[in-house]
């Protein structure tokens, strides 16, 4: 079998992550892959501090560009960003000096470029309630594996 390969150029992915940040991104086209590709997009423009910081008010202003709405039940989600974007920086550092895209193919090869990843971490009571849609929430089923720093004020 083939290994998955979404993407064929950085310029790919800077086209993602630039639409995402605007707004301009279709949201048809707004897939699982997508996300990881925004996510390394605007850690290797930003590093992954900024990248935490800046995020949640890029997410949100991209769910409100395409039409969708922020609320306790649907749009951002602080918990998954949050361990999304450690998952992506593990992943850059992993793979020092190669291109974004290959990165991005490697994640969405794996185990990440499954929809339900991060249910491995945690369980759907813990991860689908507004507390970790609004802050983030520690795994209770299994420990993070990457080595990069939690966002600040988390534990």
Known sequence: MKARAPFSSDAEIEAIGQGMVSGSWPKSHW???????????????????????????LIRRYNEAVGGRNTDTEGYHETITQASLLAAAQARTEAPGAALHTVCNTICAGPLG?????????????LFTPAARHAWLAPDRAALPFDAPLPAGCA
């Open 31 to 57: 897939t699982h892959d997508c996300h990881w590709a925004a996510a390394l997009w605007v850690i290797s423009d930003r590093g992954l501090i900024r990248a935490q910081a800046d995020m949640p008010g």
């Open 114 to 126: 499954r929809s339900d990843w991060i249910l491995t971490y945690w369980s759907r009571e813990r």
